[in-house]
Protein backbone atom coordinates (compact mmCIF):
# COMPACT_ATOMS: atom_id res chain seq x y z
CA UNK A 1 0.00 0.00 0.00
CA UNK A 2 1.50 2.95 -0.82
CA UNK A 3 1.71 6.15 1.53
CA UNK A 4 -0.16 8.95 2.50
CA UNK A 5 1.70 12.06 2.29
CA UNK A 6 0.69 14.95 4.19
CA UNK A 7 0.66 16.74 1.07
CA UNK A 8 -2.15 14.68 -0.41
CA UNK A 9 -4.09 14.71 2.92
CA UNK A 10 -4.63 18.15 3.17
CA UNK A 11 -5.40 18.13 -0.57
CA UNK A 12 -8.10 15.88 0.31
CA UNK A 13 -9.27 18.50 2.81
CA UNK A 14 -9.73 20.94 0.41
CA UNK A 15 -11.95 19.37 -1.82
CA UNK A 16 -15.75 20.02 -2.01
CA UNK A 17 -16.80 16.65 -1.58
CA UNK A 18 -16.02 14.41 1.60
CA UNK A 19 -13.64 11.20 0.68
CA UNK A 20 -17.11 9.19 1.43
CA UNK A 21 -18.87 10.92 -1.35
CA UNK A 22 -16.28 10.91 -3.81
CA UNK A 23 -16.12 6.95 -3.44
CA UNK A 24 -19.44 6.53 -2.19
CA UNK A 25 -19.53 4.75 0.45
CA UNK A 26 -20.97 5.27 4.04
CA UNK A 27 -18.62 6.33 6.82
CA UNK A 28 -18.71 3.15 8.18
CA UNK A 29 -17.90 1.34 5.47
CA UNK A 30 -14.98 -1.65 5.77
CA UNK A 31 -11.76 -2.17 4.03
CA UNK A 32 -13.54 -5.40 1.81
CA UNK A 33 -15.95 -2.85 0.52
CA UNK A 34 -14.26 0.30 0.36
CA UNK A 35 -11.62 -1.46 -2.18
CA UNK A 36 -14.88 -2.94 -4.65
CA UNK A 37 -16.27 0.93 -4.41
CA UNK A 38 -12.67 2.14 -5.49
CA UNK A 39 -12.07 0.16 -8.03
CA UNK A 40 -15.52 0.25 -9.49
CA UNK A 41 -15.01 4.13 -9.36
CA UNK A 42 -11.62 3.30 -11.09
CA UNK A 43 -12.81 1.45 -13.95
CA UNK A 44 -14.59 4.74 -15.13
CA UNK A 45 -12.80 7.50 -13.90
CA UNK A 46 -8.76 5.95 -14.93
CA UNK A 47 -7.42 8.56 -17.79
CA UNK A 48 -7.41 6.01 -20.00
CA UNK A 49 -11.08 5.65 -19.70
CA UNK A 50 -12.10 8.96 -19.12
CA UNK A 51 -11.76 11.33 -21.89
CA UNK A 52 -12.77 14.43 -19.78
CA UNK A 53 -10.75 17.88 -19.39
CA UNK A 54 -10.52 16.83 -15.76
CA UNK A 55 -9.81 13.42 -15.57
CA UNK A 56 -6.58 13.18 -14.08
CA UNK A 57 -7.71 15.32 -11.27
CA UNK A 58 -11.38 13.18 -10.54
CA UNK A 59 -8.85 10.22 -10.89
CA UNK A 60 -6.57 11.22 -7.97
CA UNK A 61 -9.44 12.12 -5.45
CA UNK A 62 -10.75 8.35 -5.80
CA UNK A 63 -7.46 7.60 -5.30
CA UNK A 64 -6.62 9.87 -2.41
CA UNK A 65 -9.83 8.93 -0.71
CA UNK A 66 -9.19 5.23 -1.05
CA UNK A 67 -5.49 5.47 0.39
CA UNK A 68 -6.56 7.86 3.33
CA UNK A 69 -9.84 6.00 4.38
CA UNK A 70 -8.11 2.16 3.97
CA UNK A 71 -4.81 3.48 6.54
CA UNK A 72 -6.34 3.71 10.26
CA UNK A 73 -4.47 6.11 11.70
CA UNK A 74 -5.18 8.51 8.52
CA UNK A 75 -8.70 8.01 8.59
CA UNK A 76 -9.15 7.94 12.38
CA UNK A 77 -7.59 11.77 11.87
CA UNK A 78 -9.83 12.51 8.58
CA UNK A 79 -12.97 11.32 10.46
CA UNK A 80 -12.26 14.36 13.15
CA UNK A 81 -11.42 16.70 10.49
CA UNK A 82 -14.72 15.84 9.38
CA UNK A 83 -16.38 15.40 13.44
CA UNK A 84 -14.64 19.04 13.52
CA UNK A 85 -16.20 20.65 10.49
CA UNK A 86 -19.87 19.48 10.72
CA UNK A 87 -19.54 20.95 14.45
CA UNK A 88 -18.13 24.80 12.88
CA UNK A 89 -20.98 24.40 9.96
CA UNK A 90 -23.73 23.78 12.87
CA UNK A 91 -22.61 26.65 14.85
CA UNK A 92 -22.40 29.16 12.18
CA UNK A 93 -26.07 27.92 10.91
CA UNK A 94 -27.36 28.53 14.34
CA UNK A 95 -25.65 31.78 14.31
CA UNK A 96 -26.99 32.66 10.93
CA UNK A 97 -30.55 31.56 11.85
CA UNK A 98 -30.14 33.34 15.02
CA UNK A 99 -28.81 36.53 13.03
CA UNK A 100 -31.96 36.19 10.34
CA UNK A 101 -34.58 36.26 13.52
CA UNK A 102 -32.82 39.50 15.05
CA UNK A 103 -33.65 40.97 11.39
CA UNK A 104 -36.99 39.79 11.28
CA UNK A 105 -37.49 40.64 14.31
CA UNK A 106 -36.08 44.09 13.83
CA UNK A 107 -38.21 44.51 10.80
CA UNK A 108 -40.76 43.58 12.53
CA UNK A 109 -40.76 45.69 14.94
CA UNK A 110 -40.25 48.73 12.50
CA UNK A 111 -43.03 48.14 10.49
CA UNK A 112 -45.26 47.85 13.85
CA UNK A 113 -43.57 51.25 14.37
CA UNK A 114 -44.29 53.13 11.07
CA UNK A 115 -48.09 51.45 11.33
CA UNK A 116 -48.66 53.10 14.62
CA UNK A 117 -47.04 55.78 13.39
CA UNK A 118 -49.48 55.99 10.37
CA UNK A 119 -52.55 54.82 12.04
CA UNK A 120 -52.33 57.99 14.50
CA UNK A 121 -51.85 60.34 12.30
CA UNK A 122 -54.97 58.95 10.31
CA UNK A 123 -57.07 59.17 13.49
CA UNK A 124 -55.88 62.71 14.08
CA UNK A 125 -56.74 63.82 10.63
CA UNK A 126 -59.83 62.49 10.78
CA UNK A 127 -60.85 63.85 14.00
CA UNK A 128 -60.14 66.99 13.09
CA UNK A 129 -61.37 66.67 9.68
CA UNK A 130 -65.21 65.72 11.57
CA UNK A 131 -64.61 68.38 13.82
CA UNK A 132 -64.51 70.78 10.64
CA UNK A 133 -67.74 68.84 9.21
CA UNK A 134 -69.84 68.91 12.46
CA UNK A 135 -68.85 72.53 12.46
CA UNK A 136 -69.85 73.30 8.83
CA UNK A 137 -72.90 71.27 9.10
CA UNK A 138 -73.81 73.47 12.73
CA UNK A 139 -73.48 76.43 10.83
CA UNK A 140 -75.67 75.30 7.51
CA UNK A 141 -78.21 73.99 9.77
CA UNK A 142 -78.51 76.93 12.14
CA UNK A 143 -78.81 79.01 8.22
CA UNK A 144 -81.32 76.85 6.76
CA UNK A 145 -83.50 77.03 10.21
CA UNK A 146 -83.36 81.09 9.87
CA UNK A 147 -83.59 81.41 6.13
CA UNK A 148 -86.85 79.62 6.30
CA UNK A 149 -88.47 80.68 9.56
CA UNK A 150 -90.17 84.00 9.57
CA UNK A 151 -90.07 86.85 12.62
CA UNK A 152 -87.63 84.35 14.49
CA UNK A 153 -85.38 87.90 15.59
CA UNK A 154 -88.67 89.13 17.35
CA UNK A 155 -90.04 86.45 18.60
CA UNK A 156 -87.96 84.15 19.87
CA UNK A 157 -90.07 82.81 23.04
CA UNK A 158 -91.35 80.81 20.29
CA UNK A 159 -87.59 78.32 20.51
CA UNK A 160 -87.94 77.35 24.14
CA UNK A 161 -84.09 76.45 24.85
CA UNK A 162 -85.68 73.30 26.35
CA UNK A 163 -85.63 70.01 24.20
CA UNK A 164 -87.23 66.80 25.40
CA UNK A 165 -85.11 63.68 24.57
CA UNK A 166 -87.18 60.07 24.56
CA UNK A 167 -85.11 56.98 23.80
CA UNK A 168 -85.91 53.36 23.86
CA UNK A 169 -86.19 51.08 27.22
CA UNK A 170 -83.44 48.39 26.98
CA UNK A 171 -82.12 46.00 29.81
CA UNK A 172 -78.57 46.10 28.95
CA UNK A 173 -78.36 50.22 28.92
CA UNK A 174 -81.31 51.37 31.24
CA UNK A 175 -78.30 51.54 34.07
CA UNK A 176 -75.73 53.41 32.00
CA UNK A 177 -77.93 55.93 30.66
CA UNK A 178 -77.17 59.03 33.11
CA UNK A 179 -77.95 62.86 33.03
CA UNK A 180 -73.79 63.26 32.02
CA UNK A 181 -74.51 60.37 28.98
CA UNK A 182 -77.19 62.58 27.70
CA UNK A 183 -75.43 65.77 28.21
CA UNK A 184 -72.34 64.73 26.23
CA UNK A 185 -74.05 63.13 23.33
CA UNK A 186 -76.66 66.52 23.41
CA UNK A 187 -73.74 68.86 22.91
CA UNK A 188 -72.82 67.81 19.19
CA UNK A 189 -76.00 70.85 18.83
CA UNK A 190 -74.42 73.40 21.59
CA UNK A 191 -74.02 74.10 24.97
CA UNK A 192 -76.31 72.58 27.23
CA UNK A 193 -76.78 73.92 30.63
CA UNK A 194 -78.83 71.39 32.63
CA UNK A 195 -80.45 67.97 31.78
CA UNK A 196 -83.32 66.71 34.32
CA UNK A 197 -83.60 62.71 33.58
CA UNK A 198 -88.08 62.49 33.72
CA UNK A 199 -87.78 58.48 33.55
CA UNK A 200 -85.33 55.81 32.37
CA UNK A 201 -86.33 56.39 28.69
CA UNK A 202 -86.78 60.57 28.75
CA UNK A 203 -84.70 63.72 29.60
CA UNK A 204 -85.20 67.41 29.45
CA UNK A 205 -81.76 68.92 28.04
CA UNK A 206 -81.85 72.63 28.20
CA UNK A 207 -79.48 74.54 26.11
CA UNK A 208 -77.81 77.73 26.66
CA UNK A 209 -79.12 79.32 22.86
CA UNK A 210 -82.54 78.74 21.25
CA UNK A 211 -80.26 78.06 18.26
CA UNK A 212 -78.92 74.75 19.57
CA UNK A 213 -82.24 74.01 20.81
CA UNK A 214 -83.90 74.39 17.64
CA UNK A 215 -80.74 71.80 15.98
CA UNK A 216 -81.25 69.69 18.74
CA UNK A 217 -85.39 69.18 18.04
CA UNK A 218 -85.27 68.89 14.49
CA UNK A 219 -82.56 66.65 13.58
CA UNK A 220 -83.72 63.55 12.04
CA UNK A 221 -82.12 60.65 14.66
CA UNK A 222 -83.65 57.77 12.68
CA UNK A 223 -80.79 58.93 10.17
CA UNK A 224 -77.37 57.33 10.89
CA UNK A 225 -75.09 60.31 11.00
CA UNK A 226 -71.44 60.95 11.93
CA UNK A 227 -71.99 63.61 14.16
CA UNK A 228 -71.17 61.38 17.57
CA UNK A 229 -68.19 60.19 15.73
CA UNK A 230 -66.03 62.80 17.10
CA UNK A 231 -67.98 62.29 20.25
CA UNK A 232 -67.18 58.58 20.36
CA UNK A 233 -62.96 59.49 19.80
CA UNK A 234 -63.23 61.93 22.88
CA UNK A 235 -65.24 59.57 24.85
Given amino acids: MTQVSQEDFNWLLSRTKSAY ?20 KALVLHPDKNQSSDAEEQFREILVSYRVLDEPEWRKRYDEHLATELQRQKAMAQQSAHQKSLKEQLLY ?91 STDAVVTYKTWLSAVLAATHDYSQISDLWDERKTEL
Fill in 21 to 40: QLLDVDTSVQSQDLRRAYRK
Fill in 109 to 199: EESRYRQNQSTAQYRQAKIEQLRRETEQLRRAKIRETASSTTNIETDKSRFPCKVRVRWKSKPQITDLVSAEVVQQLMEVFGEVVSVEMSS
